[in-house]
């Protein structure tokens, strides 16, 4: 069974997350995201990588996280591509072996999907940068079951903490660790003084209800 697991350094994470914004709230002029949907909050942590301290800061925390939680660890498959870059530089301080995958195969050569070197039923953990609604992360998990890995968990940077997604998780049988997700932020973005407590509201009654929100209702 799936099941969540709270890592302890939350507010940090999403203190150094804000600081950089790679998290920007935007309450009353809301982004339209890929989906279509109306969101108060962007989240981009690619823009981590241009600071190199908070980028170590991060990479040593996926690590804690990976060693502490998944000992059992033998491969780490990063999600292309927010997810290429954290998970070979966590394979690289663990010295553990890396893949990548791709949203799908590739159109010449090989054809290939998974890229690099790996060993059916080698105990996989996939490293993703953002959890929305879980949907690419378990197209993943999918395709490393369907080449005879053995999906151990997954850890992610952030997790806008979307009832469904965890529900997607568990009925796939997947532990997964978020180094900091929304409610943190939020209450940081708070006390920081960053958002107004209307603005909180507005934002916590985004997350019950993303796909059907509308500014200003």
């Known amino acids: 069974m799936a099941e ?9 994470v999403a203190e150094k997350l804000l600081q950089v914004e790679a998290i920007r709230l935007s309450p009353q002029q809301p982004f339209t995201w890929s989906s279509g949907w109306k969101s108060p909050i962007y989240c981009d942590n690619r823009k981590v ?3 190199p301290y908070i980028r170590d800061f991060i990479k040593s925390e996926l690590c804690n996280v990976i060693f502490a939680q998944f000992p059992e660890a033998a491969l780490l498959a990063g999600v292309a591509t927010a997810g290429i870059a954290w998970g070979a ?3 690289d301080q663990l010295k553990l072996p890396y893949v990548y995958v791709r949203s799908k195969p590739k159109e010449h050569g090989l054809g290939q999907q998974i890229e690099g070197y790996y060993q059916k039923g080698q105990p996989t953990v ?8 879980g949907k690419s992360s378990l197209q993943v998990i999918d395709i490393l079951r369907a080449e005879g890995l053995e999906v151990v968990g997954l850890v992610s940077i952030f997790n806008y903490g979307f009832s469904a997604a965890g529900e997607a998780f568990e009925k796939a049988g997947v532990p997964y660790v978020s180094l900091s997700n929304y409610p943190t932020l939020i209450h940081l973005a708070l006390e920081k003084g960053l958002v107004s407590a209307q603005d909180e509201r507005v934002l916590l009654e985004w997350s019950k209800d993303p796909a059907a929100w509308q500014p200003g209702r």
């Open 4 to 12: 969540k697991i709270i890592t302890t350094n939350e507010r940090a």
């Open 49 to 51: 990588l241009g600071f």
């Open 89 to 91: 530089m966590a394979a």
């Open 126 to 133: 996939v490293i993703e940068d953002l959890i929305s609604t």
